[in-house]
C-alpha cells in the first residue's frame, strides 16, 4: 500500500542475522571487558513518529504523524558497547486509498502499540552511538475510518480490531547523540509481521491492511538514574 517493500525476504533474513551477530559480539565482548564497565542508566524518553504502510501493491499511501513515549534503561559491557532494552507507548499507521476490483477508496489506519526494542548500542564516540536490535510490539489498539466513499467494501463497516494481527515484530536501527544526562535520537523501525490477519470476503481471501509497518522516529531522551 505504498511502494514495493525495500526489504525483500533474503533482506530480512540478513537483517536478524546481522543482528544476532551483533547481539553476540555484545555478549562476548562483555564478559571479556566487564572491568569496563560503567554504572547502568535509567530514564524517560519521547518524541514524534512518522509512519507508513509498505506492502508489494502499488496503491497510494499517506504517512501518519504520531508520537512514542516511554522508558529505557542502559547497560554498559564497556566503553564501546551497551544493552538497551526500551519500553514504549508508540502510534503507527497510515492512509491508504485502494483502486482495485475487490475495493475502490481510501481509508485511514491507526493503531496504537507497547513496543519492546532489545539494542545493541555501539559507542562512534564519547557522545555518538549507532543501535541495532530487533522489537516486539503488542496491539493496544487499532481502529480505521473511511476518508472517501468505498465501493464493494466499506473498511469501518468490515474491519476491526480482531481482523488484525496483535503482535508486530521486526528490527530497529538509528544513531544517537547524549551530552551528560539529555540525549536525542533518529530511528527506523521496519516490521516483518503483516498487520492484516487473513480473511475471506465474497469467496475472496484479503488481509486489510496488506502491509507491514515502518516508522521513522525522532526522539529525546533524559537520564534519571
Known amino acids: 500500500m505504498l511502494k514495493k517493500s525495500k526489504f525483500p525476504g533474503a533482506g530480512k533474513k540478513s537483517l536478524i542475522l546481522i543482528s544476532s551477530s551483533l547481539l553476540l559480539i555484545f555478549l562476548v565482548h562483555s564478559s571479556v ?3 569496563e564497565t560503567t554504572s547502568p542508566r535509567f530514564g524517560i524518553k519521547g518524541g514524534v513518529n512518522f509512519s507508513n504502510l509498505y506492502s508489494s501493491d502499488d496503491d497510494h499511501t499517506k504517512m501518519r ?23 514504549y507507548y508508540t502510534t503507527k499507521g497510515a492512509t491508504v486509498t485502494y483502486k482495485n476490483s475487490f475495493v475502490e477508496g481510501t481509508a485511514r489506519f491507526n493503531f496504537n502499540y507497547l513496543e519492546v526494542p532489545l539494542l545493541l ?9 549507532v543501535h541495532v536490535g530487533p522489537y516486539a510490539s503488542f496491539l493496544v489498539s487499532g481502529k480505521v ?15 476491526n480490531s ?12 538509528g ?27 465474497l469467496g475472496n481471501t484479503y488481509r486489510f491492511p496488506d502491509a507491514v509497518n515502518g516508522v521513522i522516529s525522532l526522539y529525546a531522551t533524559l537520564s534519571l538514574l
Open 121 to 129: 548500542v555501539v559507542n562512534v564516540t564519547e557522545n555518538f552511538n
Open 33 to 35: 571487558n566487564a572491568q
Open 145 to 159: 475510518k473511511n476518508e472517501s466513499s468505498v465501493d464493494l467494501f466499506d473498511f469501518e463497516e468490515n474491519i
Open 175 to 201: 544513531i544517537g547523540i547524549d551530552v551528560g544526562a539529555v540525549g536525542i535520537g533518529a530511528r527506523y523501525n521496519y516490521g516483518f509481521t503483516k498487520v492484516g490477519k487473513e480473511k475471506s470476503f
Open 65 to 87: 504523524t504520531g508520537y512514542n513515549l516511554g522508558l529505557f534503561g542502559k547497560f554498559p559491557a564497556s566503553k564501546s558497547f551497551s544493552f538497551q532494552p526500551e519500553l
Open 162 to 173: 480482531d481482523d488484525y494481527n496483535k503482535v508486530d515484530a521486526g528490527i530497529a536501527a
